[in-house]
């Protein structure tokens, strides 16, 4: 696997590093970056938190996890969510990958969709944060940002050969999604021809 080359050029509101696989380019600072403030009109915006959450769903469908549903907010930088019944120690490795899948989705869609820019890219990395957080809490060892050791690019890695095997299934969930705002696991199952698993 070729390494990745990380920019640690960003630091949040806390005080922390927050490397960044793309660098943001022409545009706003970090603190205001949102799709819209890049130039993606408010559907786009929106599709691409949809296309976030239903990585997350679709993967750990396709791992074995129970998915009780998801949502999208009806304006940029609205609830968004995708959630999980907790699972046993076996399912950690899906769980992870799952969470990793929201922002490597994004990331996916905006090549597919001829949207893609650097600034765009570090955008769905910047979304992700709570995300990286869950992430680096979960995992031991404790992925790195280019400084040695297990690194976090292996996880995104992982999750793109996982969203490779789901995509399809997400593209056909898509509109759905945007248009209702919201969809239960087993709907989301029953859309994409994949189990739900009883807890």
């Not at 630091?11 to 380019?25: I, N």
């Not at 820019?117 to 769905?124: D, F, G, I, K, R």
């Amino acid at each position: 696997m070729a390494l990745t080359r990380w920019h640690h050029d960003v630091v949040l509101e806390d005080g922390t590093v927050y490397p960044l696989r793309h660098r943001l380019e022409d545009g706003p600072e970090y603190g205001a970056v949102n799709g819209r403030a890049l130039g993606l009109t408010a559907a786009q915006s929106r599709t691409g938190t949809a296309v976030h959450e239903l990585g997350h769903a679709l993967v750990w469908l396709a791992g074995g996890l129970h998915v009780t549903g998801l949502a999208v907010g009806t304006e940029p930088g609205g609830r968004a969510q995708c959630t999980l019944r907790t699972h046993t120690p076996e399912h950690r490795a899906a769980r992870v990958i799952g969470i990793v899948a929201g922002e490597r989705a994004v990331d996916r869609w905006l090549r597919e969709t001829g949207l893609w820019t650097p600034s765009l890219a570090a955008m769905a990395e910047l979304e992700a944060a709570h995300d990286r957080a869950l992430v680096l809490d979960a995992t031991r060892p404790r992925p790195a940002f280019g400084d040695g050791g297990p690194d976090y690019s292996d996880l995104h890695h992982l999750a793109d050969q996982a969203l490779d095997t789901i995509w399809d299934r997400l593209l056909t969930a898509l509109p759905v999604l945007v248009r209702d705002g919201e969809m239960t696991g087993d709907r989301l199952a029953a859309r994409t021809g994949l189990t739900n698993p009883s807890l």
